[in-house]
């Protein structure tokens, strides 16, 4: 199995990216998945979750900006940033827990970068 994250861009405050996070493979099933972000000099957060069974949840700083959705036929997670801000600079990764028949594990993606301008 292999997360692919992408989406990651430069944009201008109050600007939006989309950014997705592909399952490949076969034979598994995505479970719980959360989007993170690392700024530079800082530790990595979790910007956003969503459950097997479509529940959200959001870091209070992205609150009302940011959207977390799913397609479990396309094996993928997207995270939908509107209204950014400078300080939403930072490179995302996405985490997948993934089911498979050997039992359940935890994979990163690579990560894509994000740049706010201000």
């Known amino acids: 199995v292999q997360l692919q994250a992408s989406g990651g861009g430069l944009v201008q405050a109050g600007g939006s990216l989309r950014l997705s996070c592909a399952a490949s493979g076969s034979g598994f099933s995505i479970r719980t998945v959360g989007w993170y972000r690392q700024a530079p000099g800082k530790q990595r957060e979790l910007v956003a979750g969503?459950?097997?069974?479509?529940?959200?949840n959001y870091a209070d700083s992205v609150k009302g900006r940011f959207t977390i959705s799913r397609d479990n036929a396309k094996n993928t997670v997207y995270l939908q940033m509107d209204s950014l801000k400078p300080e939403d600079t930072a490179v995302y990764y996405c985490?997948?827990?993934?089911?498979?028949?050997?039992?359940?594990?935890?994979?990163w993606g690579q990560g894509t970068q994000v740049t706010v301008s201000s």
């Open positions: 969503i459950s097997s069974g479509g529940s959200t």
């Open positions: 985490n997948a827990g993934i089911l498979r028949p050997q039992g359940r594990y935890s994979y």
